[in-house]
């Protein structure tokens, strides 16, 4: 299945910055390859498996039940990589550690049986930053043992938690006599290095509040007005009121999910709208190089997620409104979601030529409810984007709201603020009332 929408699909990759094992609320950091996906292993099932690779998945199908374990399964699926967070009463050096290396080693013989026909040895390195132990190692699966899988290990504690890291591969003379196999292996490979070079499992500091501004990096000429639009929406003391949209109307969900004021020529662009309108939808800012590839992926959500896309073409904001079941988001609250800043950025990222965090997380009531409030900076081919992703949930829904500025030197800036604004302050989840 798809997965690109923000707070809507997000989950999997979400819980790796939830609360799992202790008060820091953070696991690992990373860069997600293009193609690549990431599940907990919960859903470990939901992972398509490459044929004849069963036994290597297999190896992460029973995770501890007492740890949190993501799996990353690299585009073609010949390569794994899985992070584990286990909460533990003690902290342990690496000397401490490697103190236990024989007792390890005895588990994993245990564990693996007949797949691990040599004893690992494991030695004292650093692991990801930390002082711990690794070991590699050559498994054989398969009735004949005829499945070679390279496997590279490292665990150390942070703090209280146990965190060990797992990378493994078909060994390439598997697929001597299948080149487009070995061609896939070998992307995989490249990905899985990547991957790993990314993972980050410092503890973000907390701010204290007496920190400058992070700075903005918008593409030049556009500095000037992506800071004052920054300054617009954001909670500040100069904060615009919302001013009545210019022939503006009240929209309604046909589903009855929300209403919102919106520009007079607003499209309005549903799972049912027809050819015409989503072909205007699509045009509406064709000047701009890559506009389309963003209207694209877009609609595409419309469709996979019955979300609906907003396109205000004078104004240069385009939006979309999502509104579902909770499911697991139940009783989110603003700090939660704001500790999902570096997920969402990891799905923009996949979908745009780039991305990157624009402004400090902070907060917005709309409707009554507090939503945690995101703030990027994308580029896309010719096209730059400020984009505004706020989110609240309550025990029965999720809400969602993604507001996208198209920046270009002519832009109205006033015009775009007011917009964003009006949309802010008028959207209404029906559902509230109706419970």
């Known amino acids: 299945m798809k997965k690109n929408r923000f707070f809507a699909l997000i989950l999997a990759l979400m819980m790796l910055w939830l609360p799992c094992a202790q008060a820091t609320d953070h696991i690992v950091s990373y860069l997600l390859p293009e193609g690549s996906q990431l599940v907990s292993i919960r859903d470990f099932d939901q992972l398509e498996i490459p044929e004849g690779l ?20 690299m585009p073609n699926g010949r390569a794994l ?16 550690l490697y103190a236990m290396r024989d007792s390890i080693a005895d588990g994993l013989c245990e564990q693996f049986g007949t797949a691990m026909p040599e004893r690992p040895e494991l030695e004292q390195e650093v692991v990801c930053g930390y002082d711990g132990l690794g070991f ?50 070998e992307s995989d490979q490249n990905a899985l290095v990547s991957l790993i070079d990314s993972l980050d499992f410092s503890i973000p500091e907390e701010t204290s509040g007496n920190e400058p501004e992070p700075e903005t990096k918008p593409a ?22 919302a001013q009545p949209v210019a022939e503006s109307f009240v929209y ?24 015409d309108i989503v072909a205007a939808g699509r045009n509406a800012f064709a000047h701009i190089n890559g506009s389309q590839d963003c209207f694209d992926q877009w609609y595409a959500e419309v469709l996979d997620q019955n979300c609906t896309l907003i396109i205000c073409p004078d104004q240069g904001v385009v939006a979309q409104v999502f509104v579902s079941g909770a499911g697991d988001f139940a009783g989110f609250t603003v700090d939660d979601f704001k500790q999902m800043e570096q997920p969402v950025l990891a799905l923009m990222q996949q979908s745009y030529e780039s991305a990157e965090v624009s402004d400090e997380a902070t907060e917005a009531e ?52 007011n917009t964003v604004v009006t949309m802010m302050d008028t959207l209404d989840y029906l559902p509230q009332s109706q419970l």
């Open 54 to 73: 069963e036994d290597m998945y297999a190896m992460f199908a029973d995770g501890n039940t007492d740890a949190t374990v993501y799996i990353f399964r």
């Open 81 to 96: 990589l899985s992070v584990s967070c286990l909460e533990t009463d003690m902290v342990m050096t690496g000397d401490e």
């Open 136 to 185: 590699s190692t050559t498994l054989q699966f398969g009735q004949n043992g005829d499945l070679p899988v390279e496997v590279e290990s490292g665990l150390f504690f942070r703090d209280t938690d146990l965190m060990e890291v797992w990378a493994v591969a078909v060994e390439p003379s598997y697929y001597a006599a299948d080149s487009a196999a070995a061609a896939e292996l």
């Open 220 to 241: 030049d000429p556009l500095a000037s007005g992506l800071d004052a639009l920054i300054a617009g929406l954001t909670n500040e003391p100069d904060e615009p009121e």
């Open 252 to 275: 309604v969900a046909p589903d009855g999910l929300f209403s919102m004021e919106v520009p007079g020529n607003t499209l309005i662009i549903t799972s049912g709208s027809d050819a």
């Open 366 to 417: 709309m409707d009554g409810l507090d939503h945690a409030w995101l703030t990027y900076w994308i580029e896309h081919k010719d096209a730059n984007l400020l984009s505004y992703v706020l989110a609240a949930a309550d025990d029965q829904y999720l809400y969602e709201l993604d507001a996208y500025l198209f920046i270009t030197e002519d832009m109205d800036q006033d015009a775009a603020v």
